[in-house]
């Protein structure tokens, strides 16, 4: 997530070549019909952009949401950290803003603004007046098509820098914060796309030579490789004209291969432990799990809510009110594109041992492979999912994510029906089976312990 505290001159340019407006594929008013309604239109432009219109003229605001269908997923071994380097790049000017003043002209404007990446995906998103819609339009579309000619050595090193220090804040000295990243590189198999984090490492930061981060944006951050959506209060005709004006003369970059890499899963258990500045030591369990979308992934998450979802959850009930022994218990089903990692979090009470965590885990994982969820569980979860998508669509930014989500991973943008449709159709049956299927040995289990304490990782004394 870019930091907001870029600010910098930068005057209001036009684009610079007169554009001639592409005319898009034909496109159909669509509605979600679930408990979320979403009325919308997708097509393309003749360079491959998909784009997606969802008119809500209920607040005078807009946001404009460009989905890159990018992440560290796409790098490859020893050259880590590419994606989110460049989501700090995006912001450092294109060649007709100034430096930095993309913040500078959203925010003058009374809107805000950022940008995220994760293994699969790279968005950057506004939200504004709605009188500010072809402002925002253009800044997208600027930096879409003529970041590189602004690209230089001093702000490669400058981001490179910035990157380096989130990485250390945020991960080298942040309690628990290399807990992800020993997990994902015990998890996967060594060159496994998943097998490292977004940040990436600083050895791999500090070889990224000028021409390899030119590469990589030439490769993906193409109008053939990305997904607009506009949500919110604007006319559907007029952004039509804009988009096909700033958007419509971009090239089309080159096709874009995805990673298929083969996945053998893990047989036995894996037992590591990370010593920490920590005062208090933490237990994580991980598993592999089906992919966003596939077989399995709802069951999955309802698992994930009747285990760790929140005060009325299994390991909660028993681990925080029952026994005792811990202060929180979170985690559950966590879908990506090549294939979910399930995991579990346990921060015990000062002075338990995390041996006894684990046994309780276990047998509390034990349990509901023997005893399936109650319907009042299930009832529960469904309603949780339910209550938190409504809540969710309630702000144009995240509705214009959803729709960017659906449309990048599963090619609908309305498929919040399907995924509704498929966590209703869950049985108790279902998910005691995908415990028994996914909860398997083959896990990672990793006890994060204080470094001035002798190691006491989970249950090396009872196996």
Known sequence: MHRLTRSAA???????????????SAAQLRQTTGPVRISYEQYKLPNGLNVILSRDPSAPVVAVNVWYHVGSANEAAGRTGFAHLFEHMMFQGSQNIGDDAHFKMVQEAGGTLNGSTNPD???????????????ALWLEADRMGFLLPAMTQQKLDNQR????NERRQSYENQPYGLAPETIAAALYPEGHPYSWTTIGSLKDLNAAAMEDVQGFFRSYYTPNNASLAVVGDFDPAQARQWIAKYFGDLPRGPAVTRPRPTLTPLTAEKRLTLPDRVQIPRLYMAWHSPARYAPGDAEMSMLGFVLAGGRNSRLYKRLVYQDQVATTVFGGQGPRSLNGQFQLTVQPKPGVDLARIERAVDEEIARIKAEPPTARE???????????????????LNRADALNQCY???????????LMRRIT????RGVQ?????????????????????????ASEATR
């Open 378 to 396: 299930l009832e529960r979860a469904r309603t949780a999912l339910e209550s938190g998508l409504i809540q969710q669509y309630e702000s144009v």
């Open 121 to 135: 995906r790279t968005n950057y998103y506004e939200a504004v007046p709605s009188n500010f819609l072809e402002r």
């Open 408 to 418: 990048t991973f599963a090619g609908n943008p309305g498929c919040v029906d399907d």
């Open 425 to 428: 159709a869950v049985t108790p």
């Open 10 to 24: 930068g005057l209001l340019a036009v684009m610079a070549a007169g554009s001639v407006l592409a005319q898009p």
């Open 433 to 457: 089976d995908a415990a028994r299927r996914y909860l398997g040995t083959g896990r990672v289990v990793l006890s994060v312990v204080p470094q001035a304490q002798t190691p006491t990782p």
């Open 161 to 164: 820098s910035v990157v380096q």
